[in-house]
């Protein structure tokens, strides 16, 4: 049986239903668990604790149970008053996820909620025409970002210049260097010292995990800041381009909170992970290619967005179910990253797997960028970036290996490991 959508979105797939007990572990590990540890701002004490209780293993224990009670059909999940599916087989992900936008969208109502407190007019909250109009600017100039290779040589400079003045860094001069980066690449060379926009951002990002659905009252500043860079955009910049190609219908301003927190805080985090495995892991060689495959695979091991969410735009029949407009789709990245069952390298360090020849690329359970119409448009911006960063630091110094990357049978962790400052050799 299969779960690709018909012309009418429907899947050959009928749901099931859980227990109210398995419905409380869902409830508990696929969204208060989430929820608490930031769903738009990172919560590092909260995910101390999680990594403490091995959250990310009950989670993949959950959901494994579940696929097999139910052979691999979703599950309905009781979760409140919005009906919740949870999808496990890959042909039903593939369907959620190019189903896109219609009739399955990412602008589900706690990411609007959440989100349009600091971001108002960004893609992920458009939708019809206007998401279209938004995604086809968005794509155009993060392409062209992405073939630039002065964005990729001001990454491997900043990087060096950390090796170069530290023995060790800590997460936050990390964090530091991807927040001028991302300064740097979307608001250009001027900006890179303006500490204060991604401050503020920041700070708005972190009220956002309330999801209050009301404006934060910091967004007039932070819009004065942003206007004061795209008034004279610094050629070369993303935004530079942003203004270029904006029309009416889509504009430039509302774009960029994105792409800062993205290529900043988000990027900061993948790649300081893959470090720790490349440090557990040495690599035979560091090259910006096989780095490019190593930040992927930091992503699938260890993933930022431990679940994704879509909402459906209208009914949608599920096998002999119809299942109603409103419903939300979960799609578990931190199970099915890890499925054994379908994956023989699911706990392996294995970056080869995205050269050519490997299988990672095209595998629907990983979802470190997405796939789809709705995937990560800044994609590839953060692998040439981040891998320039990877290579600049790996082929200048020796790490470290951290403790608790590996467990006792030499495989990854389940759960990224705290953030303790990486050290050279």
Not at 171 to 182: I, K, V, Y
Not at 196 to 215: C, H
Not at 237 to 261: C, I, K, M, W
Request: aromatic share 6%; proline share 6%; with cysteine.
């Amino acid at each position: 049986m299969t779960g690709e959508l018909d012309d009418s979105g429907a899947s050959m797939r009928n749901p099931a239903r859980a227990t109210m007990r398995d419905s409380l572990s869902a409830r508990t590990y696929l969204s208060a668990w989430p929820t608490a540890q930031g769903l738009f701002h990172a919560r590092p004490r909260v995910r101390q604790v999680a990594r403490q209780l091995d959250v990310a293993l009950q989670t993949i224990l959950l959901c494994d149970r579940l696929r097999r009670e139910h052979d691999e059909s979703p599950v309905w999940l009781r979760t409140g008053n919005v009906g919740t599916l949870l999808i496990i087989h890959r042909d039903d992900i593939a369907s959620i996820l190019y189903g896109a936008p219609e009739p399955f969208t990412a602008d589900t109502a706690v990411k609007h909620a959440g989100m349009s407190q600091y971001q108002p007019g960004a893609v992920s909250l458009c939708r019809g025409a206007q998401w279209r109009r938004v995604r086809d600017l968005i794509d155009t100039v993060l392409s062209e970002a992405a073939d630039d290779p002065a964005h990729a040589a001001t990454a491997r400079t900043m990087a060096r210049n950390v090796v170069d003045t530290h023995h060790e860094w800590d997460f936050r001069t990390w964090l530091e260097l991807h927040r001028r980066l991302a300064r740097h690449v979307v608001l250009g060379e001027r900006a890179a010292g303006d500490q204060a926009v991604t401050d503020l951002l920041a700070s708005m990002t972190a009220s956002a995990n309330r999801v209050s659905g009301r404006p934060d009252p910091s967004i007039p500043a932070f819009n004065v800041m942003i206007e004061s860079y795209l008034r004279d955009p610094q050629p070369g910049s993303v935004a530079a381009n942003l203004v270029e190609l904006e029309t009416p219908q889509a504009p430039a301003a509302p774009q960029l909170a994105h792409l800062l927190t993205k290529l900043g805080d988000t990027l900061a985090l993948n790649t300081f992970h893959a470090l720790q495995l490349l440090a557990a892991r040495p690599p035979t060689t560091t090259g910006p290619i096989y780095m490019t495959a190593a930040l992927q695979e930091a992503a699938r091991l260890w993933p930022t967005s431990g679940v994704l969410t879509r909402e459906s735009t209208h009914d949608t029949r599920w096998g002999e179910e119809l299942v109603p407009a409103g419903t939300q789709f979960l799609i578990v990245n931190t199970f099915g990253h890890r499925d054994r069952r379908r994956v023989d390298y699911a706990d392996d360090f294995l970056p080869t797997e995205w050269l050519d020849g490997g299988s990672a690329q095209s595998e629907m359970l990983f979802n470190g960028f997405g796939h789809g119409p709705q995937d990560c448009p800044g994609e590839e911006l953060a692998l040439s970036c981040g891998s320039a960063i990877l290579a600049a630091v790996t082929e200048a110094v020796e790490i470290e290996p951290p403790s608790g990357v590996l467990r006792d049978d030499g495989r990854v962790a389940y759960s990224s490991q705290a953030l303790a400052p990486i050290r050279r050799r």
